[in-house]
């Protein structure tokens, strides 16, 4: 008997915009300044705390999960905000 071959049909991803992919965190009115801290290499804590405290946004969630999408967030950032990240971070640890 001919033995039959499965085939796995590989479903195909639709690519992840980055004009849809934070959407909510976009949306907030205080975005431009969550996002100039991030690329100031503020802790991802402390700028949760901004938006929830001195803002009052974003409260229909956990802290934890803010902090990860925040953590996310400044991860998908490009490599030149990524080198200003570390070009600050190192500042910091020499300026200690």
Not at 64 to 74: A, K, N
Request: with cysteine; charged share 25%.
């Amino acid at each position: 008997m001919a033995r039959q071959q499965q085939t796995t049909r590989l479903t195909p991803l639709r690519p992840i915009s980055r004009q849809t992919t934070f959407q909510k965190l976009r949306s907030l009115a205080c975005f431009p300044e969550v996002h100039d801290l991030l690329v100031l290499g503020w802790n991802v804590s402390a700028v949760a705390d901004v938006i929830r405290h001195q803002h009052g946004e974003y409260r229909h969630v956990q802290r934890r999960s803010l902090v990860e999408i925040l953590r996310r967030y400044r991860n998908s950032l490009s490599d030149d905000v990524q080198l200003k990240l570390d070009q600050a971070s190192v500042a910091g640890a020499i300026s200690s």
